[in-house]
Every structure is written in C-alpha cells, then in structure tokens.
Antibody, heavy 119, light 106 residues
Framework: QFQLVESGGGVVQPGRSLRLSCAAS????????MHWVRQAPGKGLEWVAL????????YYADSVKGRFTISRDNYKNTLYLEMNNLRDEDTAVYYC????????????WGQGTPVTVSS | IVLTQSPGTLSLSPGERATLSCRAS???????LAWYQKKPGQAPRLLIY???SRATGIPDRFSGSGSGTDFTLTISRVEPEDFAIFYC??????????FGQGTRLE
C-alpha cells in the first residue's frame, strides 16, 4: 500500500534554507508525479509544487517561485523540497502527495512535517 | 482559477444532509474538481475526484456533482466522524492547482 513519510522540518530563521524529504514505499514511485501541499496555522490548504514522474517538468505556486525547488530521486524513491530564503509566511505543515491514477488530483498523502520560520 | 467555497461554516446534527458549494472564477476544464476532508492533526483525505467519482474506500453517503463553474459536495446523512473541514481543488488547467478556502462542518 502507498506510504509516504515526510521529514526534515524544524525551526529555522528567516532568510535561511531547509530541505524537506518525502520517502515513498509500497508503490512504483517512478510512475507517479508528486505534489507538495502546505497548511499554515489556522489557514487552509495551499498547493505548493508539482514534479513530473521523471522530473522533466516542475511547477510552482507564485508564492514560492524562485525560492523553492522540487526534485526527486527515483532510485532512492524520495521526493524533495529545497526551500531557500524562507519567510515567516512559509510557516506551515508540509505534505507530499501522489497524483491520482487518472489525473493530477492529490490521491495518497503523507502525514506532514512542520516548518516554523522564526527569529 | 480562484475557488470560492460556501458556506464558511455549516452547522448540522448527525443524520442531516450537508450541501457544500464550490464556485470557480472560470470554467474548470473537463470538470477536474476534487474534494478533500481535513481533520486536525491528520493528513487530508481525498473524497471525490473528477467532480463525481468517489475515491477508494469513501462511503456512498458522499457524492459530488456540478459542471463548469459550480460544484457541490453532498453528504446524504452526516455521521459523527464526518465533522471536519472540506476543501475543493481544481486541476483542470496547468498549475497552480488551487484549493478553495474551505467549509467547516460542525
């Protein structure tokens, strides 16, 4: 069965960097495009980024474009989110999710990793 | 595409019918609209995709309908475990795949 486990979250100062990981198991990771989605405290869900199954295409929300980079290692079955120049408003729980079998909705989700940006 | 959900909060008792709305600022291509349930401390859960297709394991009391710019999630008889926040998401055009702001079912 699909299993996604995020890690790498923590407390970081504004302007610093952090890299999140999402370890996948129980399915053929290399066949699925992957999302990152976040939820700030007391706020709704916000789509962050998408990467194609082979890494050939990447898309970002305007709020993170130029600062965040989504990537993947299909040999390690792992998805990444490199976050640079972090801001207070990046404070959130970050979730990775697979796309669905038939399209780009978010099907299977990890439990999330919290990121707090604070001085 | 901006998604606007209404109402912001829906107050019901178990056994009642819940009707949640999601309106898009422009037509969603191929009705690529999904619904998710979010409970505190838990990951979001996919309920509906493609406007009306239930995800694996989702009870048939959950149903989705709509087209174009207006979409609805209906819970025929609300169960105690259904109380949560519900989000719609469009994935009909190139990213960003925006979410609505959510409806709290209490």
């Amino acid at each position: 069965q699909f299993q996604l486990v995020e890690s790498g979250g923590g407390v970081v100062q504004p302007g610093r960097s952090l890299r999140l990981s999402c370890a996948a198991s129980g399915f053929t990771f290399s066949r699925y495009a992957m999302h990152w989605v976040r939820q700030a405290p007391g706020k709704g869900l916000e789509w962050v980024a998408l990467i194609w199954y082979d890494g050939s295409k990447r898309y970002y929300a305007d709020s993170v474009k130029g600062r965040f980079t989504i990537s993947r290692d299909n040999y390690k079955n792992t998805l990444y989110l490199e976050m640079n120049n972090l801001r207070d408003e990046d404070t959130a729980v970050y979730y990775c999710a697979t796309i669905g079998d038939s399209n780009f909705y978010c099907d299977h989700w990890g439990q999330g990793t919290p990121v707090t940006v604070s001085s | 595409i901006v998604l606007t959900q209404s109402p912001g909060t829906l107050s019901l008792s178990p056994g009642e019918r819940a009707t949640l709305s999601c309106r898009a600022s422009q037509t969603i291509r191929s009705n690529y609209l999904a619904w998710y349930q979010k409970k505190p401390g838990q990951a979001p859960r996919l309920l509906i995709y493609g406007t009306s297709s239930r995800a694996t394991g989702i009870p048939d009391r959950f149903s989705g309908s709509g087209s174009g710019t207006d979409f609805t999630l209906t819970i025929s008889r609300v169960e105690p475990e259904d109380f949560a926040i519900f989000y719609c998401q469009q994935y009909g055009s190139s990213p960003p795949y925006t979410f609505g702001q959510g409806t709290r079912l209490e």
